[in-house]
């Protein structure tokens, strides 16, 4: 699976999808890195197959009212440490995986992995 890490998360997390054999790029990768609108990241999200990973609400409004992007992962933990995110995500990845292979929009909060249909 191909992930997409947006500029409000941690580059860090693209190890993370990398170490579990997934592809995964970070804003900062992009030509306008973490300058890059939120256009573009769809744009790059469509070409590539890839889920949106982001903290960005913008991101949820653009999937439920322009069918876009294709696959998103919502992070919504508010705000806690990089570290405590890191942890989070990698107590979850395996059913954030499984969840974003059967659907498109997954949300992870600090205490669940929801699945909107």
């Known amino acids: 699976m191909n992930f997409l890490i947006d500029a409000n998360l941690p580059r860090r997390l693209v190890n993370l999808f990398l170490e579990r054999g997934h592809h995964a ?20 999200s469509d070409e590539n197959d890839c889920v949106i990973t982001t903290k960005d609400s913008d991101f949820t409004t653009s999937f439920w009212l322009n069918n876009r992007p294709n ?47």
């Open 71 to 117: 696959k998103l992962l919502l992070i919504s933990t508010g705000n806690i440490s990089n570290t405590e995110l890191e942890k989070l995500l990698v107590a979850n990845i395996d059913q954030v995986i499984g969840d974003l292979s059967r659907n498109r929009f997954v949300e992870l909060n600090r205490e669940h992995v929801i699945v909107h249909a």
């Open 25 to 44: 790029v970070h804003t900062l990768d992009l030509p306008d890195e973490n300058a890059t609108e939120d256009t573009a990241i769809l744009q790059y």
